[in-house]
């Protein structure tokens, strides 16, 4: 069973920036896709950002180009997810997920992990 935990929420003041970590156990990492996906309050999970299985290429909701970069590291099964410039519209709480596809994707019912998410908050 593969198992997602995620890091580095918190609170940061619009225009700041966070590092989002998620480390993954129990699975082939490296030849999984990993992404992440949000949802704020009152509102559908949607799709922030994929990558594929060797980094090959990388897919990005329109809200956050230019603002979020997603990178993994398959020697430490972790999958990162910079974000800049951070606007109060960020706010919700972000989910890691792994589909065991190497390809990444923004459909929400390719990956097949989810992690509990972390929250984030960016004060306006």
């Known amino acids: 069973q593969v198992q997602l935990v995620e890091s580095g929420g918190g609170l940061v003041q619009a225009g700041g920036s966070l590092r989002l970590s998620c480390a993954a156990s129990g699975g082939t990492f490296s030849s999984y896709a990993m992404g992440w996906f949000r949802q704020a309050p009152g509102k559908e999970r949607e799709f922030v950002a994929s990558i594929n299985w060797n980094s090959a290429r990388t897919y990005y909701a329109d809200s956050v180009k230019g603002r979020f970069t997603i990178s993994r590291d398959n020697a430490k099964n972790t999958v990162y997810l910079r974000m800049s410039s951070l606007k109060a519209e960020d706010t919700a709480v972000y989910y890691c997920?792994?589909?065991?596809?190497?390809?990444?994707?923004?459909?929400?019912?390719?990956?097949?992990?989810w992690g509990q998410g972390t929250q984030v908050t960016a004060s306006s």
């Open positions: 997920v792994a589909r065991r596809h190497g390809s990444g994707s923004r459909v929400t019912d390719d990956f097949e992990y």
